[in-house]
């Protein structure tokens, strides 16, 4: 089945500290990526959709200078947190689905990364 | 108010009772999803439905279009089922997932 890979798992760094994470779908080609931040006993909340070769499109309230996606080939997009201070802790995911008509096909969900600013 | 509601929030009960968990959501919609996230925090996907219902193993999941409602069962549940199951939605029109809380869900043996 299709699997997506998330990397790392765990993150703990100082404040002020860039932190990429990697979105890497293993048997499929991913138009397009998914981003999500979950707090503590809260829902998953979409950051920004990410499209291959193209800008992403951040929901409203995430700024784009905090959170730089790059989506550079098909099977890779990748999350920087760029200057994390402590409220950036938190879960973040993302998914993937196969083939451009996303809304017909399930999501695949990476394994997330913890993230911990000190 | 959110667009999908889940119930109960919480759910605990005995190992080998048979679980139901509501979604009803307020928006059109073109699928539904079922996913479930353990404990550690990945989420596998359990369902996706336009119509009707499916079946896998242990789980059942329905969705009525016109009442705008689907329900997760689970039969003869197991402690390893205890995770949070979320009901998330993808909007007519729009190109991303809407989430509803989630329902922890805890089985004790």
């Known amino acids: 089945g299709a699997v997506v890979s998330q990397h790392p798992s765990r993150v703990i760094c100082k404040s002020g500290t860039s932190v990429k994470i990697e979105c890497r779908s293993l048997d499929f080609q991913a138009t397009t990526m998914f981003w999500y931040r979950q707090f503590p006993k809260q829902s998953l909340m979409l950051m920004a959709t990410s499209n291959e070769g193209s800008k992403a499109t951040y929901e409203q309230g995430v700024e784009k200078d905090k959170f730089l996606i790059n989506h550079a080939s098909l099977t890779l997009s990748t999350l920087t947190v760029t200057s994390a201070h402590p409220e950036d802790s938190s879960f973040y995911i993302c998914?993937?689905?196969?083939?451009?008509?996303?809304?017909?096909?399930?999501?695949?969900f990476g394994d997330g990364t913890r993230l911990s600013i000190l | 108010k959110n667009e999908v509601e889940q119930s109960p929030q919480n759910l605990t009960a005995q190992e080998g009772e048979f679980i139901t968990i509501n979604c009803s959501y307020s928006v059109g919609i073109s699928a539904l999803h079922w996913l479930q996230q353990h404990p550690g925090g990945g989420i596998v996907s359990l369902f996706m439905l336009s119509s009707g219902k499916k079946k896998h193993g242990r789980l059942i999941a329905t969705i009525n279009i016109q009442e705008k409602h689907s329900s997760l069962h689970i039969t003869a549940s197991h402690p390893r089922d205890s995770a949070v199951y979320i009901c998330a939605v993808i909007i007519q029109g729009a190109q991303k997932l809407v989430f509803g809380q989630g329902t922890r869900l805890t089985i004790n043996p």
């Open positions: 998914s993937a689905s196969l083939g451009a008509r996303w809304g017909n096909q399930p999501q695949h």
